[in-house]
């Protein structure tokens, strides 16, 4: 069974090759998001960022329904080579217009 001890020591230590135990120099600074922050000249423009979001949206999912679409006619072109690379006449789909 593995036991687990606690830390105790109150700074981390390095084992050297010579035997001797040394505190590790200077200990990271916890890393926060405010380096990365920068005033802003102007207000964020909430609706014009919904706008585009919406946008982006609709741009996928056109994408999407158009790659299904391409999906679906490809298959359907393939069964119906193969209907004719086997020699059969009746591959053909007839569609009759409703009355």
Not at 8 to 20: E, K, L, M, Q, W
Not at 51 to 75: E, M, Y
Request: aromatic content about 6%; overall charge positive; hydrophobic content about 40%.
């Amino acid at each position: 069974m593995l036991q687990f001890r606690p830390r105790t020591s109150p700074s981390p230590t390095v084992h050297r090759g010579n035997g001797t135990v040394q505190p590790l120099r200077g200990a990271p600074k916890p890393l926060d998001l405010s380096r990365y922050e920068q005033p802003r000249t102007e207000p964020d423009d909430f609706r014009h960022r919904m706008l585009a979001n919406i946008a982006a949206l609709a741009f996928t999912i056109a994408l999407t329904a158009i790659g299904i679409w391409l999906a679906v006619s490809i298959a359907d072109l393939r069964r119906t080579q193969d209907c004719v690379l086997m020699g059969r006449r009746d591959c053909a789909k007839i569609t009759t217009p409703l009355i």
